[in-house]
């Protein structure tokens, strides 16, 4: 029915590395997120565009094992204000989780229990069209959670020039972002002129 897509995203801008950082540091005071100032430059961000229904249970060890795994690092998650029972639940839910995960310790397999550190679980309520784009350009890369994924905030994020980690064989419906990333492989491949375009950052992870 149609040729091509019914949005119009603008092509991504690559920005200098103060530039990065200068907005960084002003979305960071902006909404006052509790990251130290000496370390917002490393900071490792993951933003999860996506609406509050999307986040099933099974998502949770995801985030768990990021922010146990990944030092200083930060997950931020969008929530409607008028809608803030979505919020409360989420935020109890994941204050909440937990799992056993094999240690070694002096030569002796053990287990220790996992909790996630809410302190680096970030809620911003949702943005202005400029501010959500300036979320994007500060993240380190996107989460596309399963088994319910993302569509158009994809295609925003791959607007900006940013990563998106996506694992399609755990979606229970269309994997539209890791389709996304196929046909930007097969355009890149076939069409496009290194030489005059900066390449996009594309990739599926596999587990």
């Known amino acids: 029915m149609f040729d ?28 006052n997120l509790p990251i130290p100032e000496e370390k917002i430059e490393t900071a490792t961000i993951y933003t999860i565009p996506q609406s509050l229904q999307k986040f099933h ?6 985030l768990s094992r990021l922010l146990n795994e990944v030092s200083n690092s ?12 979505w919020k409360n639940k989420l935020f109890t839910r994941l204050k909440e989780f937990s ?7 002096s030569n002796k397999n053990s ?3 996992e909790r996630i550190d809410m302190s680096r ?14 979320l994007l350009d500060i993240s380190t890369c996107l989460l596309d959670q399963y088994p319910f994924g993302g569509g158009v905030t994809s295609l ?7 990563p998106i980690v996506t694992l399609p064989h755990l979606q229970t419906v269309p994997g539209l972002t ?9 355009e890149w491949n076939s069409n496009v002129n290194p030489s005059s375009t900066p390449k996009a950052k594309i990739g599926r992870a596999h587990v």
């Open 111 to 113: 287990e220790a229990k």
């Open 74 to 85: 930060y997950i931020i998650i969008l929530f409607n204000e008028d809608r803030i029972l």
């Open 156 to 162: 925003e994020g791959f607007a900006r020039n940013k």
């Open 99 to 105: 799992y056993w995960k094999s240690t070694i310790s």
């Open 4 to 31: 091509s897509l019914t949005y119009s995203f603008p092509y991504p801008e690559v920005e200098e590395n103060a530039g990065k950082l200068k907005k960084r540091k002003a979305f960071v005071k902006k909404f």
């Open 57 to 62: 249970p099974s998502f949770d060890i995801v």
């Open 121 to 134: 679980i970030l809620f911003i309520p949702n943005l202005q069209r400029k501010e959500f784009f300036d």
């Open 178 to 186: 890791s389709g996304m990333i196929l046909h930007m492989q097969h």
